[in-house]
């Protein structure tokens, strides 16, 4: 792993109004690296995934966050967008009347005059977009439906690996990706995802369970109870997690 | 110059005087009845909202016969090149402006001025114009069918399938401000078919008053698509009554489209005639600044087998406000009607208001009638969900308006009308991507 730094991450403490929920968390992630972070129900890891996307619901008390070296947490939402952040939502929204085709055309145009690029028209988008819905193996009925309205649970979540692939984020935070879906949609989810890696991008994987970790296999596992990370490994921590549970883990890191 | 209220107070017989016999006999009926109701007092229900005091205390020059050059040119330019197939009629404060028409068609169609049509076929106005003026409850409605000078006139062969798109546009000159009566009048004969669009222009940014009056007649299974669309005008008023009779099998499909002016109140009424007849009808507006708009629908079930579906969306920014009235009446011994009223607002900023009074008046058992209002603001979700993808906050919010209001433009049927109202509305998002709703 000799990639540079993308994020860093240290001592992050963030909630929302008064309750705290990550309580001083840590993070390297270097380019080209896979990290899971996995951990129970309110252990902090969708607080984790909305605060380094920007969400404003979410307070920061303390600690700092680094993207290629810039501070993340002064950054507004479509900035970090633009450095090259991307959150994979795990209850992508609805937006009826907006259709996925100009919503993905706009947001890739946005990107590209943020890197001193002309923009695509649509004949050229068209193109684009076609090839990169490829990727989890979208209909082409998808373009001309609203974005993520009516869609299916696996849908939502194909969406949403679409718009990253059009979007070519440096760094992708994706928020349990995998929950909800049958074993054929997180085959489709995971390959896709599994394409996108490339030594120059780093990806954040948000899970609950080993399932998604299968089929992606992470270079760090981190595991996050109570709002900070408790333990770190390689893949097989993923494996002795299912075997043994969050508690038995969690007692275990804190003994 | 006396102001609107006194000048009708001193009136005692409606002003023009030339005509048939039938249309001096319905003006006077329908001044008498003006004169008997009297301007909307503040104890009206059906005009309880609407801001109509600076409307009636304005004094309103009359507008001139012809305009000026810089305005007809600045019509011309507003106007375009009339698209192929398309035929044109226009008015100008109320009176037909051949120069400005084009009412070519293809076959036995005839559009031109209403009030030669009216004196070439007397029995015309007998049967279609300003039916039954003793029974009407609007004075504005009454108001123009006893003052307007001219008007414009469409009438469609039965079983024509009009093959021209038709353009009615009723322009407001520059200077003023105006009082103008301008009224269409259509008839589409049993069978017969036609895609019409009324398009509202002012030139000026008068606070010029507009009472307009609409009437279309659907004969048995004629079909017409009606787009209507109004710009914005910083000050001006418009008060329209659009009726439209539908006989047996008749089917009506209505879209209106408002981003302006300041006030406007229009009152549509669909009254079925003959079983099986269908009504279409939805609306749209945008509206900022203080404009207000009262959406006023009436669906007159008078007959069994009816359908009529309603569906009115408004986006609101800064103090504007929207009122959305419908009423559904199911007649005795209507069985079958079938109705549908919904309204939906969207709120941009904390000083909009919205209204919306779906109701039904149901005096038979065998109906399928529903309702519903919501009211609700851009949610935040959604917003930094666009913005989590690179998209600024006012992008973000610009999109959201536009997926909110161009529900109705999908389901126009006509598409050329659809893109005329995507022109209108885009320069509306424009000045709406400022704003900030409640966060």
């Known amino acids: 792993m000799s990639g540079k730094v993308l994020l860093e991450i240290q001592g992050l403490t963030a909630g929302i109004g008064e309750r705290e929920i990550l309580k001083g968390f840590d993070l390297s992630v270097r380019a080209g690296e896979v990290h899971a972070i996995m951990g129970p129900n309110g252990s902090g890891k969708s607080t984790l995934s909305k605060v380094l996307a920007g969400d404003p619901h979410y307070k920061v008390t303390s600690g700092t966050v680094r993207f290629e070296g810039k501070d993340l947490l002064t950054m507004e939402p479509e900035a970090r ?175 | 110059m006396t102001d609107l209220l006194k000048l009708y107070n001193d009136r005692t017989a409606p002003r023009p005087t030339g005509g048939t016999p039938t249309l001096r006999r319905l003006r006077a009926a329908a001044y008498a009845r003006f004169k008997e109701r009297g301007w909307p007092a503040a104890d009206w229900e059906d005009w309880r909202y609407v801001s109509l005091g600076p409307v009636l205390e304005r004094a309103y ?61 007397p029995r015309l106005a007998e049967r279609f114009l300003g039916t039954e003026p003793e029974r009407e409850t609007n004075p504005f409605a009454s108001l123009n069918l006893a003052e307007f000078t001219d008007g414009v006139f469409l009438s469609v062969p039965p079983d024509t399938a009009l093959a021209e798109r038709v353009e009615l546009w009723l322009v407001t000159g520059p200077g003023g401000p105006h009082l103008s009566f301008p009224r269409i009048l259509g008839i589409l004969g049993a069978g017969a078919s036609a895609s019409v669009l009324v398009r509202h222009l002012r030139l000026g940014a008068e606070a010029s008053l507009v009472d ?76 900022a600044g203080t404009s207000e708009s009262d959406e006023r629908v009436l669906a007159d079930h008078a007959v069994p087998g009816c359908v009529s579906r309603q569906y009115y969306k408004h986006v609101l920014a800064d103090a504007s406000r929207a009122e959305y009235n419908s009423l559904v009446d199911v007649h005795p011994g209507s069985t079958g009607s079938d109705s549908k009223q919904l309204c939906r607002n969207l709120l941009l900023s904390r000083q909009a208001r919205a209204a919306a009074r779906p109701q039904l008046l149901i005096r ?44 109705i433009l999908g389901l126009m049927p006509d598409a050329v009308w659809r893109e005329v109202f995507e022109l209108v509305l885009r320069e509306r998002y424009c000045a709406l991507a400022g704003e900030h709703g409640p966060a």
Not at chain 1, 114 to 132: C, I, N, T, W
Not at chain 1, 148 to 177: C, Y
Not at chain 2, 379 to 384: S, V
């Open chain 2, 61 to 121: 020059a009359d507008a001139p016969a012809e305009l000026a050059a810089h305005g007809s040119a600045a019509l011309e330019r507003a106007l375009g090149p009339l698209p192929v197939g398309h035929v044109r009629a226009v008015l100008v404060n109320g009176r037909y402006s051949a120069r400005h028409s084009s009412a070519e068609f293809s076959c036995g169609a005839y559009l031109g001025p209403l009030t030669t049509a009216v004196e070439m076929e």
């Open chain 2, 212 to 287: 307009a009056a609409c009437e279309w007649h659907l004969l048995d299974g004629a079909r017409l698509t009606l787009a209507e669309a109004a710009g914005p005008g910083p000050a001006g008023s418009r008060i329209q009554t659009t009726d439209l009779y539908l006989d047996r099998n008749a089917h009506l499909d209505l879209t209106s489209l408002k981003t302006g002016p300041a006030l406007v109140r229009s009152e549509t009424r669909v009254r079925f005639k003959g079983e099986g007849a269908h009504a279409d009808l939805r609306g749209l507006a945008v509206l």
């Open chain 1, 81 to 255: 967008a633009l450095e090259g952040v991307f959150l994979a939502f795990q209850y992508p929204v609805e937006i009826p009347g907006v259709n996925n085709a100009s919503f993905l055309r706009l947001a890739y145009n946005a990107k590209r005059r943020h890197d001193g690029k002309s923009e695509a028209d649509p004949l050229e988008f068209d193109e684009l977009v076609r090839e990169r819905m490829g990727v989890v193996s979208m209909p082409e009925t998808f373009l001309t439906r609203s974005v993520n309205h009516g869609f299916s649970g696996g849908e939502k979540k194909r969406n949403e690996i679409v718009q990253m692939a059009v979007l070519e984020p440096k760094l992708a935070i994706l928020d349990e990706t995998d929950s909800g879906l049958d074993i054929d949609a997180l085959r489709i989810v995971a390959e896709g995802i599994n394409k996108l890696r490339r030594p120059d991008n780093a990806m954040i994987l948000i899970t609950h369970y080993n399932r998604l970790l299968e089929y992606v296999r992470p270079d760090h596992v981190h595991i996050l109870a109570n709002g900070r990370i408790v333990r770190s490994g390689g893949a097989q921590l993923a494996l002795e997690l299912e075997k043994k549970g969050y508690d038995l883990l969690t007692a275990e890191a804190k003994g």
């Open chain 2, 364 to 407: 038979n058992d065998d109906v399928a009638c529903s309702h519903g209002a919501a009211t609700g603001q851009l949610d935040p979700n959604e917003i930094f969900y666009l913005r989590t993808r690179g998209l600024t906050d006012a992008a973000a919010r610009t999109l959201l308006v536009r997926g909110f209001a161009e529900e």
